[in-house]
Structures are given as C-alpha cells and as structure tokens.
C-alpha cells in the first residue's frame, strides 16, 4: 500500500515537478549511495550507479507506474543497476584473463603499433560481445573466458551440446563480421 505522502510526491514526480524530484533526492541519494556500495565495494562506482537512478527517473518519471512505494522502487533499480555492473565487470576479468592466460597481450601490443590502443580494442570487442543475443553471449562467454567445454555449458544451461556448438559457431560469426578488422588477433 502506498502511503499519502509517497502518493503526492509520487503524483507530482510523474508531473515533471522538480520539487518533488529534489525532496526524493535528498531523502534516498546517501541511503541508496551506500546501499549500492555493499554490492559493488566502491563509494564512487556507488555513486555513479544512483546517480544514473535519479537521472533516469528524472528522464522517464513521467512513464513510471509506481505499484509500490517509491522506496522499494528506488532501492530495486539500484540493486539491479549495482548487479549489472558486477556483471559486466566479471566478463571483463575473464576477458582480461583469457587474454593472459593464452598469452595474447602481445599480440594487443603489436596490435596497439598498429595504431590501436589497448583500452579502445578491449573496448571494441566488448561492444561487439555485448551486441550478440542474451543466450548467445552467454554461452560465448562460458566457453571461451571460462574455459567450459560443450557438454558442461549444456549441462549448466539445460540444453544439448549440439545447440550449444550451434550458438558458439553464430556468436563467432557474428564477431568475425563485427570485428573483421581485428578478428586476426582473437578468433
């Protein structure tokens, strides 16, 4: 049940009223500030993380349809924003250490005296890993930066080993063709 008071801000908010947007930021920035940072570990990843909350719901608050109280809504999407980016950081470690692990570092350098920086080429490739479908990326990612086999991703995701191939085959294409001007370093 959502109360009076949340129901007027909540009336408000939706009515682009800055007021209201101002008195929600200055009750929850420090609770959901330090709330994210018991999910990510680090005050200013923290930060950021509400801050693109308040942004968003400042963007789209017009469009939201509070079925509970602001303050479960905003501690949710903290949560799921907080876990998303434990998420994207631990593809990027196993990409990092896939990288190390097969000794392609070197080859990013030569790649670098190519004109390309580090950063940008990690960069590039994670765009292009991010662009494949949900499950696709997913097996990608299980088969080559955590080093599963086959039958494994199929056991883990309840599907056969044959369809796993399949999605491992696409995702490879679908990289190639992103990545083309570099898939001689990786794939």
Known sequence: ??????????????????????????????????????????????????????????????????????????????????????KHQKIENLYVAYLERNNLFDEVRSAVESGYEEKELALQIKAAINTLPEKCREIFVLSRFSDMKYKEIASKLNISPKTVERQVSIALEKLRQTLKHVTYLFF
């Open 1 to 86: 049940m959502i109360s009076e008071s949340n129901n007027i801000l909540i009336t408000k908010l939706t009515q682009g009223d800055a007021k209201a947007f101002e008195v929600l930021f200055k009750l929850y920035y420090t609770k959901l500030t330090l709330f994210s940072n018991r999910f990510v570990n680090d005050l200013s990843i923290a930060e950021e993380i509400v801050a693109d909350v308040f942004a968003l719901l400042w963007e789209k608050g017009h469009e939201v349809a509070f079925s509970t109280s602001v303050s479960s809504y905003l501690f949710k999407m903290v949560q799921n924003r907080s876990l998303n980016y434990l």
